[in-house]
């Protein structure tokens, strides 16, 4: 089974803080991805990386960043988090090919205080 | 400009029936679509999928209709049961954006005892 590990399911932070998610799959998939979940919104794509070292913006990278340094381990970077950030944080990734299922983290809800 | 619609942001059911989601897509390159299913507090969970060269897929009680001229597709749960109560994710993909899919805002189905 493919396991997709988000190192934190709620965590708390101020305004102004850098923040760090994390999250690490097992399946040496290609593509990672993150996303945001906020009510009637559904689910939004901020970043995307096909390859180490290799990403691309998704629909709503503003505020956002993100590192791929290993295969297995794709981070969001919050720079200064805001209230607006306040969210729950969403990984998943793919491996490569036409099927595309994605296979997602369990969430970290994130409140910016 | 949403790509992706489900246009109910709610179903209830009773127990034994037929559950029936429906989504909207406006893209004519998706050629892939996908349905996720998510319970509070976990990830999405891929259900099931479809390709653009079908009109029909089952898998059990979960069968996805897809009516490429009208560009929806429908996920039909028979019989529905209390267990099936979460919050399901359309999802469209085409095979030239690097395995990226759009997600619809999600239906949040409740099958009652």
């Known amino acids: 089974d493919v396991k997709v590990t988000q190192s934190s399911r709620y965590l708390v932070k101020r305004t102004g803080e850098k923040v760090f998610l994390e999250c690490v799959q097992d399946?040496?998939?290609?593509?990672m991805f993150w996303y945001r979940q906020d009510p009637g919104l559904g689910l939004r794509l901020i970043y995307f990386?096909?390859?180490?070292?290799?990403?691309e913006k998704g629909d709503i990278p503003e505020g956002y960043s993100v590192s791929r340094e290993k295969k297995e381990r794709f981070s969001l970077i919050l720079e200064s988090a805001s209230t607006n950030q306040t969210s729950m944080y969403l990984c998943a990734s793919k491996a490569g090919g036409l099927k595309n299922i994605q296979y997602f983290g369990a969430g970290t809800r994130l409140s910016v205080l | 400009d949403q790509q992706v619609k489900q246009n109910s942001p709610s179903l209830s059911v009773q127990e034994g029936r037929i559950s029936i989601l429906n989504c909207d897509y406006t893209?004519?390159?998706?050629?892939?679509f996908l349905w996720y299913k998510k319970y509070p507090a976990e990830g999405p969970t891929f259900l099931i999928s479809i390709s653009s060269i079908k009109d029909k897929n089952e898998d059990g009680r979960f069968t996805v209709f897809l009516n490429k001229s009208a560009k929806h597709l429908s996920l039909h749960i028979v019989p529905s049961q209390p267990g099936d109560s979460a919050v399901y994710f359309c999802?469209?993909?085409?095979?030239?954006?690097?395995?990226?899919?759009?997600f619809g805002d999600g239906t949040t189905l409740t099958v009652k005892p």
């Open positions: 893209n004519s390159m998706f050629d892939y």
């Open positions: 399946m040496d998939h290609e593509n």
């Open positions: 999802a469209a993909s085409d095979a030239n954006n690097a395995g990226k899919s759009t």
């Open positions: 990386s096909y390859d180490v070292k290799m990403k």
